[in-house]
């Protein structure tokens, strides 16, 4: 049995290091290629491995995108900070939570532009986006619930529109506007953000 379970144990470290050196070589390729010229036979010999062993964990090149992206947040470990973020009080989770998503957009921004700009021709890719960005509202609902349990939403706000306003602001639209048209640093835009989504909240900064 102990036999077994090192044999086991030794199956799945290899599964996990050709799913690392996969998706490494992926986002290399589609930053490289786009997504429609990058092909799984540069994305295998990349990685090292087989074309057979990319379809075995991804399936069809769709399914590598959504892991890819899935890939970057979970490496950064995004969803859990925060988390741990909108539980603070209302001033310091806005703040803090514009400063990690403009932070997270500037570690991936060339790829999330071209992942956008695939979205916006290819129903498959918008699917993917529309996955990502369903889990951000869904983080930010659950915010804006909790500024409105501790009474810091502005009077006479909805809770439906603080998410939509949350939501437009904490975009990668927002952010990639910012940035590379008004020059803005991440820290800057963060900033501005954060004043903008206080101005309609009680939560000023």
Known sequence: MKRRSYRLGLREESVDRHRADILAAAREVF???GYHGAGLEEVALRAGIS???????FGAKIGLLDALVSDLESSAELAQR?????EKPGRIALREYFLEICRFWQLNQDFVRALNGLGAT????RKVINKHDRARRRRLTTLVAL???RGELRKGSYQERAVDLLWLLSS?????????RSRL????AASLLTHTAASYMKTAP
Request: negative net charge; proline residues 3%; glycine residues 0%.
């Open 31 to 33: 930053s490289e290629a």
């Open 51 to 57: 074309r057979k062993t990319v379809y075995y964990q």
């Open 82 to 86: 925060v988390q741990a973020i909108i």
């Open 122 to 125: 290819d129903a498959d890719a």
């Open 147 to 149: 500024l409105a349990a």
């Open 172 to 180: 990668f639209s927002s952010f990639d506007h910012l940035v590379t």
């Open 185 to 188: 640093t991440p820290e800057m």
